[in-house]
């Protein structure tokens, strides 16, 4: 089988913090009854594995495409203990999401653990009036403090972290070893790398059911890190061109997420030579490849190129804004044809033609 676009499958999960607002805002088909505070939208984990919706690769498995595909699908980018590196979700956080900390490479060291350090980040795709996130300890508020008032008086840890008011549009970035929680009346689209371990702080007085793990109070705080330059990972920029709007909201390790604005009705080449991942928010469109392959994506839909996708081409059906993920990968691209700035421009030096969406080495 040739490589084709990948569109998975969503995997619901009921959380007790969780609501019924993926369906309006984002058109998915959830269960008939309970609260759905995530639905998977590209997972390649033991217990929790996508399955192609569509297409000439339906019904499989991405573990196994990961596998069968192997550079076709993955480049030169690698995987993670076999896995694809990525984790897409959304996120309806109708109620507070427990305090949580995940750990990162030394922290799992120190508590003796084989774990993955895991990257994040939230867009936010909706937020109330009053809602906020809370990422990291304030300033000035140390460690021991935090650890002391965990231990004596819980709820009050909650002043000790840095809220931040959250709206449409924003964007975060969520190392391992930052003390968060995502507030009440926030949906987020999350972006991050594969990992099963979170240790929870604080769950504001919930009970939960007798089968959860509960709060991990020791192990958490030992993988708390208390000062991380944030805005170095969030640094903005744009590109712009007569068709397209791309701006950068995310550049870490694990990942590079950019926000893209294409206009409707206009069809160009996809010149990508890695994988792809565009996380669909507004307007819908066809990728066209090969001699004949047609996949249509929709508000709503988690779409993966694969890095050798033959001959593709985006046709926008309406105005579309998708969120775009690659995966940085020692490559720049430079065996691969693409215009010049030249034979994008009239003789006068005006814009004739979309400048390319390459991935974010390629853009200038």
């Not at 449409?168 to 190392?175: K, S």
């Not at 509960?214 to 903005?236: M, Q, V």
């Not at 950019?258 to 928010?281: C, K, M, S, T």
Request: glycine letters at 8%.
């Amino acid at each position: 089988m040739d490589v084709c676009p990948l569109v998975f499958e969503p995997i619901y999960r009921p959380k007790i913090w969780g609501g019924r607002n993926l369906s309006r805002l984002l058109d998915k088909r959830l269960p008939p009854e309970g609260s759905i505070g995530e639905s998977w939208e590209c997972a390649d984990l033991e217990g929790a594995q996508s399955i192609v919706a569509r297409g000439p690769a339906r019904g499989n498995k991405l573990g196994d495409l990961v596998r069968d595909w192997g550079r076709s699908l993955l480049g030169r980018a690698r995987v993670m203990d076999g896995s694809f590196p990525l984790l897409i979700k959304f996120l309806d956080a109708a109620e507070n999401l427990s305090i949580q900390v995940h750990p990162d490479t030394e922290a799992a060291a120190r508590l003796g653990i084989a774990v993955r350090p895991k990257d994040e980040a939230w867009h936010i795709l909706e937020a109330r009036q009053d809602a906020a996130i809370y990422r990291g300890l304030r300033p000035g508020v140390a460690l021991q403090a935090f650890a002391a008032a965990l231990e004596k008086d819980p709820p009050s840890i909650v002043d000790l972290l840095y809220r931040i008011p959250v709206r449409a549009g924003d964007t975060f970035y969520v190392p391992s070893g930052t003390v968060h929680a995502i507030g009440a009346g926030v949906v987020v689209a999350e972006i991050q790398t594969p990992s099963d371990v979170t240790y929870r702080l604080y769950d504001w007085g919930r009970q939960r059911p007798q089968d959860d793990a509960g709060l991990h109070l020791t192990d958490g705080l030992a993988c708390i890190r208390s000062h991380i330059d944030f805005a170095s990972f969030e640094k903005r920029s744009h590109v712009t061109s007569v068709f397209t709007t791309v701006t950068r909201l995310v550049t870490c390790p694990s990942f590079i997420l950019e926000r893209v604005r294409f206009v409707g009705d206009i069809e160009q080449p996809i010149p990508y030579a890695e994988p792809v991942i565009w996380i669909v928010l507004e307007g819908r469109g066809e990728i066209l490849y090969g001699r004949s392959g047609v996949e249509t994506f929709a508000k709503g839909d988690v779409v993966l190129l694969p890095a050798a996708l033959k001959e593709p081409r985006l046709r926008t059906k309406a105005d579309c804004v998708w969120l775009e993920v690659t995966i940085p990968a020692p490559s720049d691209l430079a065996e691969y044809d693409r215009p010049s700035t030249a034979a994008l421009r009239a003789p006068d030096g005006t814009p004739t033609a979309p400048i390319p969406l390459n991935i974010s080495i390629q853009r200038k």
